[in-house]
């Protein structure tokens, strides 16, 4: 762990009613809040508004494609930019930058649709809400009396994680729809599922906080993307009870970052033409018309990731389903 990051998680768990943190093995640093990225934590009487940030009920969703229905390989020089545009107008909002991203990617019996994007607009809109309840009702604070999740309350937080999820399915769809027309797949009932890794969960025992954390259900896949050249696990729990409460019914929601996105840039620069020319010729559809890498794309790159060999080891609590290698990912530069 990040020596940053281990100080702000002990600062935090100092701070007002904290009681069990589960910390996963793709913690890092945040400087948005003070609380690092990949923890979930409980309350009782308080709840903590503010503390997955704006992005509130983003996730992963995928949609899998056997095998048997898969009629070709994706032609990426003829396809890639057909497909990015349609993805940049699947939704009025679109994909939002940094990590999201929306993908094909493959395992032996599956092809995965997958998408990890959120709730956009209608989570600031949320965060702007919640500031104001803060200064209403705690100013100077960061918690508020868990006697203000009113059922109102509750509604509209609900609304959020609704609507993010939503977003994600239509993506999806939206995509399985672009491989039928142009012949890539035939029709049939690709299973669907989503998770979501930035939430409030208020349940009787208390409120589960999940800031770049899995919500885990019982019998549920969720996705843990590795990085865009590494493609992706899909876990579940599993029977181990104990296990699952120490985490708080939650997992890793990603490799977890090696390099901030700064740094991820000064490590390309430090790369020998040979190793930037591997890149090159591995995702040539994503070069820009001077034949580079924009920032958004280098900061997603595997060197900026933790090595995931270790993800199940120090989470025993879940167990792979599958694990999938990266066909082609389309990213936006969009904030």
């Known amino acids: 762990m990040e020596q940053n990051a281990l100080l702000s998680l002990l600062a935090f768990e100092e701070k007002e009613a904290i009681g069990r943190i589960a910390v996963f093995p793709d913690i890092h640093y945040c400087s948005e809040r003070t609380i690092p990225v990949g923890v979930a934590f409980q309350t009782t009487d308080v709840f903590y508004p503010l503390v997955t940030g704006k992005d509130v009920g983003c996730g992963v969703a995928y949609l899998r494609i056997p095998r048997q229905q898969v ?127 930035n939430l409030l969960e208020f349940t009787e025992k208390g409120v589960i906080h999940r800031k770049g954390s899995t919500q885990l259900r019982a019998g549920h896949e969720v996705v843990i993307p590795l990085s865009m050249s590494r493609g992706s696990l899909i876990v579940k729990p599993n029977c181990r009870e104990a296990a699952l409460e120490q985490a708080l019914w939650s997992c890793a929601h990603g490799a977890g970052r090696r390099y901030s996105r700064t740094d991820a840039l000064k490590h390309w620069h430090s790369l020998k033409k040979t190793a930037k020319d591997a890149y090159r010729r591995r995702f040539p559809e994503l070069l820009n018309r001077q034949g580079n890498f924009e920032s958004s794309v280098l900061q997603e790159f595997d060197f900026a990731y933790k090595d995931a060999t270790a993800l199940l080891a120090t989470q025993p609590h879940v167990t792979r389903c599958d694990a999938t290698r990266p066909i082609v990912t389309v990213k936006s530069t969009g904030v």
């Open 71 to 197: 009629l070709r390989s994706f032609d990426k020089a003829k396809h890639y930019r057909a497909l990015e545009r349609e993805v940049h107008t699947m939704t009025s909002e679109g994909l939002g930058g940094g990590n999201h991203f929306l993908s094909l990617e493959a395992s032996a019996d599956y092809v995965y649709l997958l998408v990890h994007t959120g709730s956009r607009n209608l989570g600031i809109y949320l965060y702007q809400q919640q500031c104001h309840l803060l200064q209403q009702h705690n100013p100077g604070q960061e918690w508020l009396p868990i006697e203000l999740a009113t059922p109102d309350y509750l509604r509209e937080y609900s609304r959020v994680l609704t609507y993010a999820a939503g977003r994600r399915q239509e993506f999806v769809y939206k995509t399985y729809e672009f491989l039928l027309r142009n012949r890539y797949v035939d029709a049939g009932t690709p299973e669907f599922a989503d998770s979501c890794h």
